[in-house]
Protein backbone atom coordinates (compact mmCIF):
# COMPACT_ATOMS: atom_id res chain seq x y z
CA UNK A 1 0.00 0.00 0.00
CA UNK A 2 3.09 2.27 1.11
CA UNK A 3 4.86 1.47 -2.20
CA UNK A 4 1.98 2.17 -4.09
CA UNK A 5 1.33 5.17 -2.87
CA UNK A 6 4.47 6.62 -2.71
CA UNK A 7 6.27 4.87 -5.87
CA UNK A 8 8.74 2.14 -5.35
CA UNK A 9 10.94 -0.11 -8.34
CA UNK A 10 9.75 -3.99 -8.72
CA UNK A 11 10.89 -6.99 -10.52
CA UNK A 12 8.60 -8.22 -12.81
CA UNK A 13 9.01 -12.21 -14.11
CA UNK A 14 8.97 -12.22 -17.86
CA UNK A 15 8.97 -14.83 -20.88
CA UNK A 16 13.17 -14.34 -20.58
CA UNK A 17 13.63 -13.71 -17.00
CA UNK A 18 13.31 -10.96 -14.80
CA UNK A 19 13.07 -6.90 -15.08
CA UNK A 20 13.03 -3.80 -12.47
CA UNK A 21 10.01 -1.78 -13.25
CA UNK A 22 9.06 1.98 -12.10
CA UNK A 23 5.96 2.23 -9.88
CA UNK A 24 4.49 5.51 -9.68
CA UNK A 25 3.56 7.04 -6.79
CA UNK A 26 0.00 7.78 -6.58
CA UNK A 27 -0.44 4.62 -8.47
CA UNK A 28 -4.24 2.03 -8.07
CA UNK A 29 -4.75 -1.07 -7.40
CA UNK A 30 -5.98 -2.44 -10.95
CA UNK A 31 -3.65 -0.26 -12.94
CA UNK A 32 -2.20 -2.10 -16.21
CA UNK A 33 1.07 -0.78 -17.43
CA UNK A 34 2.59 -2.31 -20.53
CA UNK A 35 6.13 -3.13 -20.91
CA UNK A 36 6.55 -2.68 -24.98
CA UNK A 37 8.61 -5.66 -27.00
CA UNK A 38 8.87 -7.61 -23.52
CA UNK A 39 6.20 -10.56 -24.12
CA UNK A 40 5.84 -13.46 -26.00
CA UNK A 41 8.17 -13.69 -29.90
CA UNK A 42 5.71 -13.20 -32.71
CA UNK A 43 5.24 -16.66 -34.38
CA UNK A 44 4.92 -15.50 -37.82
CA UNK A 45 7.18 -12.62 -38.35
CA UNK A 46 9.89 -10.80 -36.55
CA UNK A 47 9.35 -8.54 -33.19
CA UNK A 48 7.42 -9.52 -29.71
CA UNK A 49 4.55 -8.71 -28.27
CA UNK A 50 3.52 -6.71 -24.87
CA UNK A 51 3.74 -7.86 -21.61
CA UNK A 52 0.62 -6.41 -19.46
CA UNK A 53 2.01 -6.07 -15.76
CA UNK A 54 -1.74 -5.50 -13.68
CA UNK A 55 -0.95 -3.69 -10.35
CA UNK A 56 -2.55 -5.75 -7.32
CA UNK A 57 -2.54 -3.76 -4.15
CA UNK A 58 -2.98 -5.90 -0.89
CA UNK A 59 -4.72 -3.67 1.83
CA UNK A 60 -3.13 -4.77 5.24
CA UNK A 61 -5.22 -6.64 7.70
CA UNK A 62 -2.93 -7.43 10.81
CA UNK A 63 -2.17 -3.87 12.05
CA UNK A 64 0.43 -2.54 14.81
CA UNK A 65 -0.23 -0.28 17.35
CA UNK A 66 2.23 1.97 15.93
CA UNK A 67 0.73 1.12 12.70
CA UNK A 68 -3.14 1.98 13.34
CA UNK A 69 -1.61 5.32 15.23
CA UNK A 70 0.55 6.21 11.94
CA UNK A 71 -2.52 5.53 9.87
CA UNK A 72 -5.19 7.38 12.10
CA UNK A 73 -2.91 10.24 11.97
CA UNK A 74 -2.60 10.08 7.92
CA UNK A 75 -6.64 10.21 7.69
CA UNK A 76 -7.13 12.96 10.46
CA UNK A 77 -4.59 14.98 8.25
CA UNK A 78 -6.34 14.40 5.26
CA UNK A 79 -9.96 15.98 6.46
CA UNK A 80 -8.17 19.01 7.92
CA UNK A 81 -6.93 19.73 4.31
CA UNK A 82 -3.39 18.89 4.19
CA UNK A 83 -3.75 16.80 0.89
CA UNK A 84 -6.03 18.78 -1.18
Known amino acids: MADAALGTEIDVDTVDGKIKM ?5 TQSGNDFKLSGKGVPYVRGSGRGDHIVTIRVKTPTNLSKRQKELLEEFK ?3 KKGLFR
Open 22 to 26: RVPAG
Open 76 to 78: SAK
